[in-house]
């Protein structure tokens, strides 16, 4: 809740599915770091927009220790369908839609979701493409960037993006 009051609008989700835990089936992750149940995030992310009048994108872009031959995806989409589903703005809009547009709806939550066999559902999003250096020196990083700023301006980035300004350790 607090980088979302302190001007961060764009969530990087990344979600562990835990079988049989008491605590939730679904977590919060990065890496080997396990944080805490996704429902603590999605209650967050709901009350910060129930508060103001921002846009948000929740973009899911990990999905660890999801079997595909059983019902995980299903049920993490329904879960987000009921955390979230007053403020989802539906897919159909596509990322041309503008503010205005998403205000007037008052739909002002966009939930990605980074698994193109589980797109389709009509209020998830196709993923944000990370464009991340993977390099560990300032000089680098801003090279990297400025180069991903300059294929933006050229019109060769022809997907949602965003850019993963850090340093690889």
Do not use: C
């Not at 159909?92 to 007037?104: I, M, P, S």
């Not at 993923?127 to 020196?137: E, I, M």
């Amino acid at each position: 809740f607090n980088q979302l009051s302190f001007g961060i609008r764009y969530v990087d989700v990344r979600i562990l599915q835990r079988v049989n835990n008491e605590e939730g089936r679904f977590w919060t992750n990065h890496g080997a770091y396990i944080f805490r149940p996704l429902l603590n995030d999605t209650a967050l992310v709901r009350e910060f927009i129930s508060r103001t009048n921002e846009i948000v994108i929740f973009d899911i872009h990990g999905l660890d220790g999801m079997n595909e031959a059983s019902d995980s995806h299903e049920e993490l989409q329904t879960l987000l369908f009921n955390e979230f589903s007053l403020f989802m703005a539906p897919e159909n809009l596509t990322w041309e839609v503008t503010l205005g547009q998403l205000w007037a709806m008052n739909k002002r939550l966009i939930v990605t979701y980074n698994d193109a066999r589980q797109v389709g559902v009509p209020y998830l999003w196709t993923a944000v493409d990370h464009q991340w250096g993977n390099v560990n020196t300032v000089d680098a990083l801003k090279n990297y960037l400025q180069g991903v700023m300059d294929s933006a301006s050229a019109g060769k980035l022809e997907f949602p993006w965003s850019a993963m300004a850090e340093l690889t350790p």
